[in-house]
Nanobody
Framework: QVQLVESGGGLVQPGGSLRLSCVASGSAFSILDVGWYRQAPGKQRELLARVRTGGSTIHADSVKDRFTISRNNAKNTVDLRMNNLKPEDTAIYYC?????????WGQGTLVTVSS
């Protein structure tokens, strides 16, 4: 069973950058599509970016100019690089892996953008 652990969240000033990492346990990671989501207080969870097993990526229009997803199957990691962060980016960020009916979530990491 694959488990996901996110890291890299924290407090950052507006305009700053963060790199979130999602590390997976288990040998099946390379066959899973992996995405980053976020959920702000009082809002629905939203998809930010996803990287497929073959390496192709999609990014939400709202963040595509500032966020970049990448994966390293050798290290079982998927990173989300976030630049020019804004206060409205404050949320809990979640890693998600899926294949067919299988779907796995991490516990989330908090990102706070504030001066």
């Amino acid at each position: 069973q694959v488990q996901l652990v996110e890291s890299g969240g924290g407090l950052v000033q507006p305009g700053g950058s963060l790199r979130l990492s999602c590390v997976a346990s288990g040998s099946a990671f390379s066959i899973l599509d992996v995405g980053w989501y976020r959920q702000a207080p009082g809002k629905q969870r939203e998809l930010l970016a996803r990287v497929r097993t073959g390496g192709s990526t999609i990014h939400a229009d709202s963040v595509k100019d500032r966020f970049t997803i990448s994966r390293n199957n050798a290290k079982n990691t998927v990173d989300l690089r976030m630049n020019n962060l804004k206060p409205e980016d404050t949320a809990i960020y979640y890693c998600n892996a899926r294949r067919g009916d299988l779907e796995i979530w991490g516990q989330g990491t908090l990102v706070t953008v504030s001066s």
